[in-house]
């Protein structure tokens, strides 16, 4: 069973935190910092069925926040992907211009959510603004290097795969413009558990394909981060990048199934639609 408790006003900004099992990763000072100094971001903690003191934590901010902090009580565990998805939805549904999803360990630090709104009025055209972990001089970038090394080489796939020049898929921090098209791509439930960044990426080419107005690359900005930190408690393991590997080649032959389609569909009806070709490059 699900319970929802939400504010009967919120900001227009709304950030989507999953939480499984958190309540030692919670950093409650950070989180009451940001409500504190951010007056028009609310946050919606999704508790993706906790049976440690997470509730108990999300509530402490409620009582400190109770305009501010939206909760999503989900009453078993259904994974990050689908408590983000169910997380996306209900702030859609509570009119949010901008919503998004931030990991709960606040690996990127939620100062970055405003730096991300402003990409957003600044260029009306970008639907999507996502983090990316680029370790360049004078920013503070620190992963753990075989995780970097792996996440190179995903990237590297996942560009291939999409068709887009993406250096960071997996970047765990996201906000979007909320429009009908935005919309779209949290209405079906994913079918990937750990790399539904990758499959939200894919939607929104097939989507521009379908549309044949523009492309993805057009309304997606990269927004090389400040600061990011490995946080001690990570659930992902070694096995879980190849099952990651075997979700991105599924990924990638519903791509194809998908441009097949739509030229068969556009040879049928005597109009000239060629699927755009893919480009790509060295994201490493």
Known sequence: MTQASVPQSGGATIVVVPCYNEA????????????????????????????DDTPLVIERLRQRHPRRVLTLRLGANVGKAEAVRRGML????????????????????????????????????????????????????????????????FATAASFVLGLTVYDTQCGAKLFRVTPETTELFRQPFDTRWIFDVEILARMVQAKRLDAIGEAADVVYEYPLERWQDVQGSRLQPFDFLVAAMDLVAIYWRNRRGVSQIGESAQASGIEHPAPGIQHRDAA
């Open 24 to 51: 030692r990763r919670l950093d409650f000072a950070a989180y009451d910092a940001f409500l504190a100094r951010s007056v028009d971001v609310s946050l919606l903690f999704v508790d993706d069925g906790s049976t």
């Open 90 to 153: 209900l702030a859609i549904r509570r009119r949010a211009n901008f919503a998004g999803y931030w990991d709960a360990d606040l690996a990127t630090p939620l100062d970055a959510v405003l730096r991300f709104r402003s990409v957003l009025l600044e260029r009306p055209e970008i639907l999507l603004v996502m983090g990316s972990r680029v370790a360049l001089l004078g920013r503070q970038i620190r992963r753990r290097w075989r995780r970097h090394l792996l996440g190179r080489a």
